[in-house]
């Protein structure tokens, strides 16, 4: 097994361009095997193309409703997918929905599954009502942004389980082929006991809305949410989640602990809230094996974006090639992993095993909300620190008009660890 619930085997299997239309026994969804409903909760561009990769990984689909807090949100989404799926999509005025209860009127339409895309910060609350409406889930990455969201939505996939419900995540590197082939040969111990990891995503800086007159604080905080940790976790959380996960899986499990270094050096206009531009972390595995984190969103910086694994008899790019003792390196086809992890997700369905990957993300989402822990209070800080964590980012029930203070910037030395 690769560490995701394939084998090798599977690799090959579900891996071609090609691969059959899967059709779908009576009775795994509502509507049986002609039509799979899917509604989309975040209509942004990640949930706009999640919505397309879905429909490109099964023929049966059918977006069927949609739901985001802004209705030109829904507007633009609406006209990408009906221009790119024709008559697959369904969405009516009716399955249409705005505001911040809009997730929970699209989980009463009748849909069979549904994309999380929304922001983070909501994660948990529409992870949690989609497990209870009974709907198998993609959910983008990560999957909450503080401890007590963390455990929110491990307890929803543990319920999940219970009910035979699929949960597969965004981080589409485990779905990747050639990352399950590596991974599958270096747990096999192609390259020996790994004895060190190394994450990066260092790049420039990414898009920012200037405030418009008219905005309340929740709007603007809203359409700039990449730079409020209730929304985003930060960069560490929202984006290098996708590099912690791969050295996660490398050493089938989690860190233990983390110091990490981090400010915000450049990016430091208040109209980029209040988040930090860098992020350098040492975790440390159970075993004794270190991790060296890096991440970074400033322009005119040296660009990184890989992980790097050592082991005692090889190293890896944990996807392309190991080199050493049992030299190898991927020269077969690569489809598109976003794809594959929506084909994935109904080929579990199907066959009567849903892939459940609520836990391990919420472990690597864990993973890197502890390093941004230890990065804004200066402090070590523990795996049962940050999972018992009682901090809470999330407004318990945000309104678009409220007044919304922007948090201060964190002091390592002086904000405090909760």
Request: glycine share 10%.
């Amino acid at each position: 097994m690769s560490g995701n619930g394939f084998s090798r085997r599977d690799v090959l299997r579900t891996g071609g361009v090609a691969a059959a239309t899967i059709l779908l026994p009576n009775g795994v969804f509502a509507q049986g095997k002609d039509q799979i409903k899917v509604g989309v909760i975040g209509c942004g561009g990640r949930g706009t193309d999640a919505a397309i990769n879905c429909a490109d990984a099964e023929s049966s689909v059918v977006i069927w409703a949609m739901a985001d807090v802004f209705k030109d949100r829904l507007e633009s989404s609406s006209g990408t997918l009906k221009d790119r799926l024709k008559d697959r999509f369904q969405v009516t005025a009716d399955r249409t929905f705005a505001g911040f209860d809009a997730y929970e009127k699209l989980l009463q339409t009748g849909v069979d599954v549904v994309i999380l895309t929304s922001p983070p910060g909501f994660r948990p609350a529409h992870l949690k009502a989609a497990v209870a409406a009974g709907k198998h889930i993609f959910t983008e990455k990560p999957i909450a942004v503080d401890g007590p969201g963390v455990r929110t939505v491990i307890e929803a996939a543990n319920a999940a389980k219970a009910k035979g419900l699929a949960i597969v995540a965004g981080t589409q590197r485990r779905h990747d082929v050639a990352y399950r082939e590596a991974m599958a040969r270096i747990h096999d111990g192609a390259m020996g006991d790994v004895v060190a990891c190394y994450a990066y995503w260092n790049q420039g800086g990414l898009w920012m809305h200037p405030r418009k007159e008219g905005w309340s604080d929740m709007e603007w905080q809203l359409r700039n949410w990449l730079y409020f940790t209730w929304l985003s976790g930060d960069h560490i959380v929202e984006q290098h989640v996708h590099n912690l996960d791969v050295c996660n899986w490398a050493m089938k499990g989690h860190p233990v602990k983390a110091v990490c270094l981090g400010g915000r050096e450049v990016r430091t206009d208040a109209a980029y809230g209040h988040i930090f531009d860098h992020f350098a972390t040492e975790y440390e595995y159970a075993n004794g094996v270190k991790m060296l984190s890096m991440c970074r969103q400033i322009d005119g910086t040296a660009s990184r974006v890989s992980e790097h694994l050592v082991g005692t008899r090889g190293t890896s790019n944990g996807n392309t090639w190991i080199r050493g003792e049992n030299a190898w390196r991927w020269d077969g086809d690569r489809p598109n992993p976003y794809m594959l992890e929506h084909r994935n997700l109904f080929t579990s369905i199907r066959e009567g095993n849903p892939i459940n990957e609520g836990v391990q993300v919420a472990e690597s989402t864990m993973t890197a909300i502890m390093g941004r822990m230890s990065a804004y209070t200066g402090q070590e800080v523990t795996w049962d620190q940050a999972m018992g964590s009682q901090e809470s980012l999330v407004p318990e029930k945000p309104e678009m008009g409220a007044k919304l203070e922007v948090p201060p910037i964190a002091v390592p030395g002086k904000t405090k660890l909760i």
